[in-house]
């Protein structure tokens, strides 16, 4: 059993930063992908960012990219995503996930455990 814990999220104004931070107890972190995925009022989750096992690969949603970065700390069991540039579409509650594949992958059906999810407004 992994539990996944969400934090970081809060209201915040267009253009501004937030860092989510994601920790991972239980079984094994290190060996697997993890993802950061989203949902707004009325929409389906959509994918954000993902990054490889090892932290070497990453892979984006297009609109965040060159806005958001994905990273992990394996020593500590986390994973990060850091948002610049804010904008009032990107509010959402931000869930992180864990994937059943090594490689950075965008897809929700190969994620199998999932945080609650850490809510994120961004005012205009």
């Known amino acids: 059993q992994v539990q996944l814990v969400e934090s970081g999220g809060g209201l915040v104004q267009a253009g501004d930063s937030l860092r989510l931070s994601c920790t991972a107890s239980?079984?094994?972190?290190?060996?697997?992908?993890m993802g950061w995925f989203r949902q707004a009022p009325g929409k389906e989750r959509e994918f954000v960012a993902a990054?490889?096992?090892?932290?070497?690969?990453?892979a984006y949603a297009d609109s965040v990219k060159g806005r958001f970065t994905i990273s992990r700390d394996n020593a500590k069991n986390t994973v990060y995503l850091q948002m610049n540039s804010l904008e009032p579409e990107d509010t959402a509650v931000y869930y992180c996930?864990?994937?059943?594949?090594?490689?950075?992958?965008?897809?929700?059906?190969?994620?199998?455990?999932w945080g609650q999810g850490t809510q994120v407004t961004v005012s205009s």
């Open positions: 996930a864990r994937s059943t594949s090594p490689q950075a992958v965008p897809v929700p059906t190969w994620y199998d455990y």
């Open positions: 990054i490889s096992w090892s932290g070497g690969r990453a």
């Open positions: 239980g079984r094994t972190f290190s060996g697997y992908s």
